[in-house]
């Protein structure tokens, strides 16, 4: 199953410890990459975790860092139910503010419309303390094609690190 961590329009939060001096972070690792998506879908979102890190000047060590990351990816399926009624069977609204004769039977017609929401977890760790230190969420609509699902990945990472660590927005 192909999967994104968001849409287009992706809800994304992000959180960070309160003690957290990330200008003493430098470096990163990848103690856990996303599992349960296809390798391709993988890959773009380490791709683009990677270049979001190496903009705020942060290096990749292989196993070691200032920084663990860990990320994780998870579907669920939702429903939405859409009625349309035709006629009502009860007639229309009279001159006093009553229901005038009816007696026609109306009809009501539901779809049930299944989809996947995606969501990508991705939490930071001091490497040195093993405390967590951020966390960024971001939740949507699982595309169905495969550019889509890029345009996801990107969107969802893009709202993500705008502004990471708080308060430094990128330009």
Known sequence: MTLAAC????????????????SSYHSYYWAQKPSGVAPLVQQRIVDGIDA?????????????????????????QKQTLDTFYSGTGMGGWGWRGGWAGGGGVGSATTTVHTYDVGTLVLDMFDARTQQAIWRGTASGTVPSSPEKVNEAVEAGLNKMFAEFPAGSATP
Do not use: E, I
């Open 7 to 22: 849409t287009s329009t992706p809800t994304v939060k992000t959180d960070q410890a309160s003690n957290a001096n990330f």
């Open 52 to 76: 979001r890190l190496r903009a705020k000047g942060w290096t990749q060590g292989q196993s070691s860092g200032d920084v663990a990351l860990a990320a994780h990816v998870a579907t669920s």
